[in-house]
């Protein structure tokens, strides 16, 4: 069993910058990937991001490639998301996920924290 405490969130302006960060603790002594995913309010929960384990392959949802950046501190059992050039469509609540290493499916979940752009 993995515990996932995402934090960071907050209400940033259009052009704003955040990091979130997603603390793992448990059973970390097993390799995960790891991976963010949104919810919009009405909307379904989307995948923005992910990173294997080892740091060495990441994924992005279109809509963010070349404003975030998924990376892992496998020392600190930690992985953030820089989110630069923040956009109101980036408006959501963000989580961090968990899953088994080279499958992409995320079974272990964050409480989420809220990111709020304004325009």
């Known amino acids: 069993q993995v515990q996932l405490v995402d934090s960071g969130g907050g209400l940033v302006q259009a052009g704003g910058t955040l990091r979130l960060s997603c603390a793992a603790s448990?059973?970390?002594?097993?390799?995960?990937?790891m991976g963010w995913f949104r919810q919009a309010p009405g909307k379904e929960r989307e995948f923005v991001a992910g990173?294997?384990?080892?740091?060495?392959?990441?994924r992005y949802r279109d809509s963010v490639k070349g404003r975030f950046t998924i990376s892992g501190d496998n020392a600190r059992n930690t992985v953030y998301l820089q989110m630069n050039n923040l956009k109101p469509e980036d408006t959501a609540v963000y989580y961090c996920a968990a899953g088994a290493p080279g499958t992409w499916q995320f079974v272990y979940w964050g409480q989420g924290t809220q990111v709020t752009v304004s325009s």
């Open positions: 448990g059973r970390t002594t097993i390799a995960y990937d």
């Open positions: 990173i294997t384990w080892s740091g060495g392959s990441t």
